[in-house]
């Protein structure tokens, strides 16, 4: 029955989170109690994973593939402790990181729910069911993106749920495609008539359908535009658990559709990957070197480092899926730390736009190191999780002979340096700019707004208790860079499971 628990604990929370009514209080703690449970949760499903190998459960008694089927496998597991790890820090986050009224319009319910759809996502055994995990999310994110009601999160939230739900009617359609062809839905089942099929190519219209709707989720090339005009829009603590979370259940299942429907990859999904890989890199760090705003910046580098993800895929050995992987995990860990930062810096200063900041480092330190720690990691400098993630993937693309792709990924990193030390710069380096009102976010585009020079743009003191979360996120890409031969160990054994999908299939169907 573990197995069940990571839909069980945030569904328990949801119930509790309704009955609390309207007491802030104890929506916060309930929050807190079920996000730290989940990780709890998550722990002892990856011990027992390690130790005993698949975790499957039928619900109902059903045999696969008649039933629904839960299936944890080493990829899952590790996913499942990793995002509820981050979601955990973020929930502590949000404590002071959001305004009462966002905790009175229960932003913790449908935190939970978000997780459930997460979780959820990780651990399906059949198409539907993954389908249905990926609507309970798509719901959820949008309640939160759109929690406060501004106009900028309603336009936000307008275009971040109209391309996702594109992408859900392609992923219908393409469900409904794979059920005509082989007359079932369960990933294990669809995997063992394909394989067995004289017909490779059986696959390759839906899977075309399924590379859309999942290339929607992920924002990868060129569906990704939705991503940088929504996430800029919700507090930076919804636009963070969105960062470690939404994004890369999308590319959860790319790898788990690729690994479990193609034995080798063929020289068309190859190609196709590697150049979406190479244009969602490039498009996406080159936009982000052009603005000048914190929270964009971060947005377009989410992109770029998604295309990364997409090349470890594309290389297809099990050291590339396994570096894939690891830099997926890095940037969860990253990028998370990276926009949690920034909006302690908005709220130093009362304002994203670099143009209208400065001088933070002399005047608080702590905020610049814990800035400073996710921005090299996403730059790839030792010893950060960043720089072994893109080691490793560089590594595999030598190896395999992809060099053009690889080497543009080399130079993406380079570019993504100069993001990085951009927003130190202008951020923490220069000396304050004068005539801008204390507090006033974006006051330098206002006229009639001037100040005194030489007047403090800082009005705001940091509480330490808003610096342990963002801290424990930054030191973990230390931690993670530092131990990452241990990690990289027990991602190699999850990819040499996905390169030998029959051990999937023997633990779900027996």
Known sequence: MITVLPIIIPLTMVVLLLLAGKKTRWLKTIGISGAFLLLLANLAIFHQVRQQGILVTQAGGWEAPHGITLVIDLLSAVMLVV?????????????????????????????????????????????????????????????????????????????????????????????????GKTGTLNL?????????????????????????AFGIKAAVFPFFFWLPSSYHTPPVAITALFTGLLTKVGIYAMIRFFTLYISEINPFWQNLLLIVAALTMVIGVLTAASQFDIRRILSFHIISQIGYMIMGLGFFSAF??????????????????????????????????????????????????????????????????????????????????????????????????????????????????????????????????????GVSI??????????????????????????????????????EILKEPEIYIRAVLK
Not at 99 to 128: K, W
Not at 356 to 363: A, D, V
């Open 458 to 495: 800082s009005p705001n003191k940091l509480k330490p208790s808003m610096y342990y979360p963002v801290a424990i996120l930054a030191f973990s890409t230390v931690v993670f860079g530092v131990f990452g031969g241990w990690f990289m160990d027990v991602l190699q054994d999850a990819s």
């Open 188 to 212: 294990a089942d669809i995997s063992q008539t394909v394989r067995s099929s004289d017909q490779p190519f059986l696959m390759d219209s839906s899977f075309i359908l399924f590379f859309m």
């Open 83 to 179: 995002t509820s790890f981050t979601a955990l820090v973020v929930a502590i986050y949000s404590l002071r990181g959001l305004e009462p009224q966002h905790h009175r319009y229960r932003f913790f319910l449908f935190f939970h729910t978000l997780m459930m759809g997460v979780g959820g996502s990780f651990i399906a055994g059949d198409l539907f069911n993954m389908y249905v995990w990926f609507e309970v999310m798509v719901i959820s994110s949008f309640v939160l993106i759109t929690l406060g009601s501004k106009k900028e999160q309603l336009e936000g939230g307008i275009k971040y749920v109209s391309m996702n739900l594109v992408g859900s009617f392609l992923f219908l359609a393409a469900i409904g495609l794979v059920y």
């Open 320 to 453: 590339a899926l396994a570096s894939a992987l690891f830099f997926m995990i890095h940037n969860i860990l990253a990028k998370t730390a990276a926009f949690l930062a920034g909006g302690l810096i908005n709220e130093k200063t009362g304002s994203y736009q670099l143009k209208s900041i400065g001088g933070l480092f002399n005047e608080n330190p702590w905020l610049g190191l814990v800035f400073f720690l996710p921005a090299m990691a996403l730059a790839g400098l030792p010893p950060l999780s960043g720089f072994f993630g893109k080691l490793f993937l560089i590594k595999s693309g030598f190896e395999g002979g992809h060099f053009l792709v690889t080497g543009i990924a080399v130079w993406v990193g380079i570019v993504t340096l100069f993001s990085m030390l951009k927003i130190w710069n202008e951020a923490f380096w220069k000396k304050p700019p004068e005539g801008v009102v204390a507090g006033d976010a974006g006051a330098m585009e206002k006229p009639g707004t001037l100040q005194k020079p």
